[in-house]
T-cell receptor, first 115, second 113 residues
Framework: AQKVTQAQTEISVVEKEDVTLDCVYE???????LFWYKQPPSGELVFLIR??????QNEISGRYSWNFQKSTSSFNFTITASQVVDSAVYFC????????????FGQGTELSVKP | GAGVSQSPSNKVTEKGKDVELRCDPI?????LYWYRQSLGQGLEFLIY????????KSGLPSDRFSAERTGGSVSTLTIQRTQQEDSAVYLC???????????FGPGTRLTVT
């Protein structure tokens, strides 16, 4: 069965701290895709990144970086030097090639960055 | 360019009434998805349209829910005989095709009284 687990329900940090959001997934498919979305207080889900199961190379985009490890079925997200504007709920999601791309979401991690 | 739009943004309805929610996807996107977000259930997949293929309805919670996509563009999600447990934010997303990133609309907040 497919499943995404984000064990951290809430995280609170002070501005400029680094923070890592954990994501663990379960799938029996060999071809799958992993995503991170941000949902700020305004409510609209914002796409951050998509990785396929054959590409374990880590990715960095500005202050954001992602660590994909198939051996531990994890796709963790790190924000370096956090800012107040990073405060949001972050969702990790999985889609499987055999199931047409529908997203299976984790429960989300609410990140609060305090000044 | 224009993103995914949804209407109405808010809908309050009485239990037992039917409601229609509309989604305008990004122009040129062949994949269209409906999800709902509620406090108890998180983000749940409802239905998926890809081009002219038969939709994947595997996430619809009951036969009171249906959706159509006309002309490969606009989609309407219909909930018949609404129940209080249908209260949620209904989100539409579109993508270039299945398996690519999905871009979400602002959602329709449905409240059933």
């Amino acid at each position: 069965a497919q499943k995404v687990t984000q064990a951290q329900t809430e995280i609170s940090v002070v501005e400029k701290e680094d923070v890592t959001l954990d994501c663990v997934y379960e799938t029996r498919d060999t071809t799958y895709y992993l995503f991170w979305y941000k949902q700020p207080p305004s409510g609209e889900l914002v796409f951050l990144i998509r990785r396929n199961s054959f590409d374990e190379q880590n990715e960095i985009s500005g202050r954001y970086s992602w660590n994909f490890q198939k051996s531990t079925s994890s796709f963790n997200f790190t924000i370096t030097a956090s800012q107040v504007v990073d405060s949001a709920v972050y969702f990790c999601a999985l889609s499987e090639a055999l199931r047409g791309g529908k997203l299976i979401f984790g429960q989300g991690t609410e990140l609060s960055v305090k000044p | 360019g224009a993103g995914v739009s949804q209407s109405p943004s808010n809908k309050v309805t009485e239990k037992g009434k039917d409601v229609e929610l509309r989604c305008d996807p990004i122009s040129g996107h062949t994949a269209l998805y409906w999800y709902r977000q509620s406090l108890g259930q998180g983000l749940e997949f409802l239905i998926y349209f890809q081009g002219n293929s038969a939709p994947d309805k595997s996430g619809l919670p009951s036969d009171r829910f249906s959706a159509e996509r006309t002309g490969g563009s606009v989609s309407t999600l219909t909930i018949q005989r609404t129940q209080q447990e249908d209260s949620a934010v209904y989100l539409c997303a579109s993508g270039v095709s299945g398996l690519y990133e999905q871009y979400f609309g602002p959602g329709t907040r449905l409240t059933v009284t």
